[in-house]
């Protein structure tokens, strides 16, 4: 085998040469670090069970290895593998049946020349946060710029736990940790969420509206490589721009809202830090979106998203009936620039009517 590794080798004593990698008849097999022997490696193999989304880095959303497989019966066909099973890193991904498919084609020689492979079987595992995890693993909260009051992650978001000054699951702020190895230990919070993922609507333009995105991290002994935030919105339809993160529009198939998907710059921000005594991981972007004058308000939540996800995992989100609303004869709906233009009109009107003359006078001064 190469580019990868059974963690099993199994009873392997009826051979006395050529003794197998492993013997079990359903070897776990687990993918080999980046940093792995070139002997050991295979092509396109060693990504250390981390695979990027395809929309971010296609070259390493996959990973393959080789295994040769003896004691064939003389079946010069081969058996498909049975009862495929992908745990990455955990539970969650549930596989499908392992169907014939067309053989796969590979290049060699440089591109060159084209080589098929004997038989090809493919299998499709999707993925369901409800079966990895009981509980949710983060929560969003909401505020705007024409509202007070901010939309907090619903209470015990990820579960309640025990908070008082004994705790192991939960540490208060301020508290120095002192098992900084435990993955699950996260500050006490309202919400008990491990990450909080918060949507700021910053201001409203004429032509754009602004909006700023906040990632925070209450874990004090998991930090996040490589993240990535989706969100499901209608503005995203229009074209938008991130400032500090990389952004992309993903297809969608019977889904009512656009999506967009959003992750880390290198050099920059693709590492989400754990907390310490004094603060809470956090990175942050803002968002200029731009407006679709058939659909964009800001009544009734429209501009609040609908669904975000964490690496996959479904946030949870506040109730609708707890969305800060627009105050009852707001001028909130009025783009900034169009406000001010009114004030300026107004006041000249104003002027006009009780008769005063506007004088502007240049005089200089001494120094």
């Known amino acids: 085998m190469s580019g990868a590794f059974a963690i099993q080798r199994g009873n392997c004593s009826s051979f006395k040469y050529e003794v197998p990698h492993s ?11 980046p940093d792995a022997m070139p002997r050991n490696r295979c092509d396109g193999c060693c990504r250390g069970g981390i695979l990027a ?22 079946n010069s066909t081969g058996y498909k593998p049975l009862n495929l099973t992908l745990l990455a890193p955990g539970p969650g991904y549930t596989c499908g049946p392992v169907r014939d498919t ?4 590979f290049s060699v020689i440089g591109g060159r020349r084209e080589e098929e492979v004997f038989r090809t079987w493919k299998s499709t595992c999707t993925y369901s946060s409800y079966l990895a995890s009981k509980t949710p693993v983060c929560c969003v909260s909401l505020s705007t710029f024409y509202n007070p009051t901010i939309t907090s992650c619903p209470s015990c978001s990820c579960g309640c736990r025990v908070a008082d000054q004994f705790a ?6 301020g508290v120095i940790p002192s098992n900084l190895l435990n993955a699950d230990l996260v500050r006490c919070t309202d919400h008990m969420c491990p990450l909080r993922i918060h949507w700021h609507i910053k201001s409203n333009y004429i032509t754009h509206w602004r909006v700023k995105l906040t990632v925070s991290n209450y874990n004090y002994g998991r930090n996040y490589s490589n993240w990535n935030v989706l969100v499901q919105h209608p503005g995203f339809g229009q074209p938008s721009a991130a400032f500090s993160f990389n952004s992309t529009m993903l297809p969608t198939t019977g889904v009512p809202e656009d999506v967009a998907l959003f992750w880390g710059k ?46 996959g995992e479904n946030c949870q989100m506040p109730l609708p009936d ?3 609303m627009l105050p009852n004869g707001s001028l909130s709906r009025v783009p900034c620039r169009l406000q001010f233009l009114l004030l300026i009109a107004v006041y000249l009107l104003t002027e006009s009517l009780l008769g005063y003359d506007i004088h502007f006078i240049l005089q200089p001064f001494n120094l």
Do not use: H
């Not at 013997?23 to 670090?33: E, G, N, R, S, T």
């Open 266 to 311: 290198a050099f920059n921000n693709t590492e989400l830090l754990q907390a310490d005594q004094y603060q809470v991981g956090s990175v942050t972007t803002e968002i200029l979106l731009q407006k679709d004058s058939g659909s964009f308000t800001l009544s009734n939540g429209w501009a609040l998203p609908r669904k975000i996800y964490f690496n």
């Open 102 to 105: 067309s053989p796969t084609v």
């Open 168 to 173: 192991t699951s939960c540490i208060r702020e």
């Open 23 to 33: 013997c079990k008849p359903d070897p776990v097999i687990v993918d080999l670090m």
């Open 53 to 74: 989304s395809w929309a971010i880095d296609p070259s390493m959303s996959y990973s393959s290895f080789e295994i040769v497989v003896g004691n064939l019966e003389q």
């Open 322 to 324: 707890a969305f800060p």
